[in-house]
């Protein structure tokens, strides 16, 4: 019971001082120490990449997406494949 009872005493306002200046010390040499010489990837990374890419067939915009309004869009395989003008208007339940 001894032991327990030592656990819940005060700490000495000393050992707060001095946990906080070891915190602050820490802090300071890694501020100071600056970034480290490892690399950051092990993996050598190309100077210059080009990407290349076929225009879709349909994508009017050449965005690479081929969007409803686009001539490419076929309503009966592509978004809810709902397609006519009324389909839009109808209620869902």
């Not at 000495?12 to 802090?27: D, E, F, I, M, S």
């Not at 950051?40 to 067939?57: D, G, I, K, N």
């Amino acid at each position: 019971m001894r032991f327990l009872s030592s656990l819940t005493r005060r700490l000495h306002p000393v050992a707060y001082l001095v946990g906080g200046l070891a915190t602050a010390l820490l802090g300071a040499v890694v501020a100071v120490s600056g970034p480290s010489a490892a690399p950051t990837s092990a993996v050598p990374q190309p100077a210059h990449t080009t990407t290349t890419t076929a225009p879709l067939p349909g994508d009017d915009n050449g965005d690479g997406i081929v969007d409803e309004d686009e001539s490419g869009w076929n309503c009966a395989e592509m978004g809810n494949r709902q397609c006519g003008p009324g389909a839009a208007s109808s209620p869902r339940g």
